[in-house]
């Protein structure tokens, strides 16, 4: 029972360079997330998505894409990395059901640094 | 705005007593609240949930939340501590039905139970 996969857990980049982090969740949930954790702050939505073909913006967007082709996947692209990106990304999934009080599963997170 | 706040960074127990983490929250509407615990190098585990009914709501490892509409809280509890308890504790809040599914999270509290 996999539940949420991330991949990698552990990135070093340099300013400027692009990477793909992966999300796969083998739950058939409908709703997927990606949040940034620093410390002292929570969690910030980064972007999310309600399905296959469906992706909106969170509270810090900028400089990031997903995009949503399956059910199963939903990965966070940098396109130009900046050391301000440096933090550990947590994608998550949940079922939507009719009253959107579902939890949600986390992945292990992607500790990220960027040089 | 809406808001979830945790005004203590740091909770100190011994083992044995009870514990309490703090939670309180401001959303229009009926909120759907949540409490989640993240171990280190980890993601965020569900604990428990809050939707309606008895105020008084029993989770995962013998925790505990007790809702407060007059108050705005929703406090975290443990009637005795173990040493295994201690972790990274995050509330979070959605907003009933109008949120599109996402939550709004506390900054958490670190809760250090000693022997």
């Known amino acids: 029972n996999a539940g949420v996969t991330q991949t990698p857990k552990f990135q070093v980049l340099k300013t400027g360079q692009s990477m793909t982090l992966q999300c796969a969740q083998d739950?058939?949930?409908?709703?997927m997330s990606w949040y940034r954790q620093d410390p002292g702050m929570g969690l910030r939505l980064i972007h999310y998505s309600v399905g296959a073909g469906i992706t909106d913006q969170g509270e810090v967007p900028n400089g990031y894409n997903v995009s949503r082709s399956t059910t199963e996947d939903f990965p966070l692209r940098l396109l130009s990395a900046a050391p301000s990106q440096t933090s550990v990304y947590f994608c998550?999934?949940?079922?939507?059901?009719?009253?959107?009080?579902?939890?949600?599963?986390f992945g292990d997170g992607t500790r990220l640094s960027i040089l | 705005a809406q808001s979830v706040a945790q005004p203590e960074d740091q909770v100190n127990v011994a083992e044995g007593n009870p514990l309490t983490v703090k939670c309180t929250y401001s959303v229009s509407g009926n909120p759907y609240l949540f409490w989640y615990v993240q171990y280190p190098n980890r993601g965020l585990q569900f604990l428990l949930k809050y939707i309606t009914g008895d105020n008084l709501v029993k989770g995962s490892y013998g925790f505990e939340a007790e809702f407060n509409k007059s108050q705005t809280s929703f406090h975290l509890k443990k009637p005795s501590a173990l040493v295994s308890d201690s972790a990274l504790y995050f509330c979070a809040v959605r907003a009933g039905l109008d949120s599109n599914y996402q939550l709004i999270w506390g900054a958490g509290t670190k809760l250090i139970i000693k022997p």
């Open positions: 998550a999934s949940s079922y939507i059901g009719p009253y959107s009080n579902q939890p949600q599963h």
């Open positions: 739950m058939n949930h409908e709703y």
